[in-house]
T-cell receptor
Framework: KQEVTQIPAALSVPEGENLVLNCSFT??????LQWFRQDPGKGLTSLLL?????REQTSGRLNASLDKSSGRSTLYIAASQPGDSATYLC???????????FGPGTRLSVLP | GAVVSQHPSWVICKSGTSVKIECRSL??????MFWYRQFPKQSLMLMAT?????????EQGVEKDKFLINHASLTLSTLTVTSAHPEDSSFYIC?????????FGSGTRLTVV
């Protein structure tokens, strides 16, 4: 059974800092790994998707890496802004159409 | 724990017909449900937010007249794909926020032929 964990649980940084969020999963046989953003009262917003054959994906100030062998993914946020404040979730999907297994999330606060 | 039941798990329909997908919260009340879809090799994308007793909120680019959402009770939300076309073939999944986390339904794989 897949289990996904995230470290740290919460993070507070001053504006402009570069930061790294960590995600670990126990079963390396994944279809893809996704990073989501969760804003209060709203649905999840997909940030980056990494297919099992890929090692990283980039979108703007975000970069996500995937190391299947070690069961780890990291989300790197460059030059953080107050608008980045949210909860960040990673999720592993075992196969297309299968349920996602989510990590508990990292609650990020970027202070102006 | 909180359970969300989604039916059907898979459906094949002819082009031009409509398909209804149900999402039920089994042991709790859900004032808000979320509908997502996922195309092969693509990420899960939020389609709309379903609010009990009021109109759903659709994400940009999602046709509200094509994807009808009804959230008539605190335990049931339905998504109807009207006049389905092959390009609507996708994996549809509902979700409910429970406490600090989300519970997802098991998803519906729709194939339009």
């Amino acid at each position: 059974k897949q289990e996904v964990t995230q470290i740290p649980a919460a993070l507070s940084v001053p504006e402009g800092e570069n930061l790294v969020l960590n995600c670990s999963f126990t079963d390396s046989a994944i279809y893809n790994l996704q990073w989501f953003r969760q804003d209060p009262g709203k649905g999840l917003t997909s940030l980056l998707l990494i297919q099992s054959s890929q090692r990283e994906q980039t979108s703007g100030r975000l970069n996500a890496s995937l190391d299947k062998s070690s069961g780890r993914s990291t989300l790197y946020i460059a030059a953080s802004q107050p608008g980045d404040s949210a909860t960040y979730l990673c999720a592993a999907q075992g196969n297309y159409g299968q349920n996602f297994v989510f990590g508990p999330g990292t609650r990020l606060s970027v202070l102006p | 724990g909180a359970v969300v039941s989604q039916h059907p798990s898979w459906v094949i329909c002819k082009s031009g017909t409509s398909v209804k997908i149900e999402c039920r919260s089994l042991d709790f009340q859900a004032t808000t449900m979320f509908w997502y879809r996922q195309f092969p090799k693509q990420s899960l994308m939020l389609m709309a937010t379903s609010n009990e007793g009021s109109k759903a909120t659709y994400e940009q680019g999602v046709e509200k007249d094509k994807f009808l959402i009804n959230h008539a009770s605190l335990t049931l939300s339905t998504l109807t794909v009207t006049s389905a076309h092959p390009e609507d073939s996708s994996f549809y999944i509902c979700s409910v926020r429970v406490g600090a986390g989300y519970t997802f339904g098991s998803g519906t794989r729709l194939t339009v032929v």
